[in-house]
């Protein structure tokens, strides 16, 4: 069954530099999630998106943007990129916004790091 | 205090035994309940979901949940080797929509031979 598929899977950066992650949901998912995981952390919640329009945000720096487009892909951008934001970065997706549930299908990842 | 609370672990469980997760939560209005097992440097997959209080069984898996308490639980019996992982506790908060899930620091689990 298709996933979510996450790019890069690995970035290197020097501090100051701007950064784009992008994310493709599973087919027929119309929401994402984007997370940031540091070391030995649990995940934190950046923002979400249904339907192209932001529907959650959480502790995103205003650094970072992100927007889904047309085709249900998002784009994670962060500028200005500071050591701190090393990390994993998730991209998560699922089916439907609301209900009773909302079960979340993680991609595997983009490995940030700020030199 | 933190919106999910979990014991960091280890928890050391031997083979075969009952494994047993803890997680506390501080919005008396949440809804929903998730358990996420995360192996090393990968992503967080979920195990279980709950929003009704009791018992739900999934195979060896058995959430519970005691709203009136905010504690959520999760059981492995038969535990095997491959069940070593981190737990993560997940909630959904009250006043946000469905998409917005706040995880717990996880439980380190370590099912010994």
Known sequence: ?????????????????TATLKCYPIPRHDTVYWYQQGPGQDPQFLISFYEKMQSDKGSIPDRFSAQQFSDYHSELNMSSLELGDSALYFCASSPRLGGDYNEQFFGPGTRLTVL | QKEVEQNSGPLSVPEGAIASLNCTYSDRGSQSFFWYRQYSG?????????YSNGDKEDGRFT????????????????????????????VNPSGSSASKIIFGSGTRLSIRP
């Open chain 2, 63 to 90: 959430a519970q949940l005691n709203k009136a308490s905010q504690y959520v639980s999760l059981l492995i019996r038969d535990s095997q080797p491959s069940d070593s992982a981190t737990y993560l506790c997940a």
């Open chain 2, 42 to 50: 990968k992503s967080p997959e979920l195990i279980m979901f709950i």
């Open chain 1, 1 to 17: 069954a298709a996933g979510v598929i996450q790019s890069p899977r690995h970035l290197i950066k020097e501090k100051r530099e």
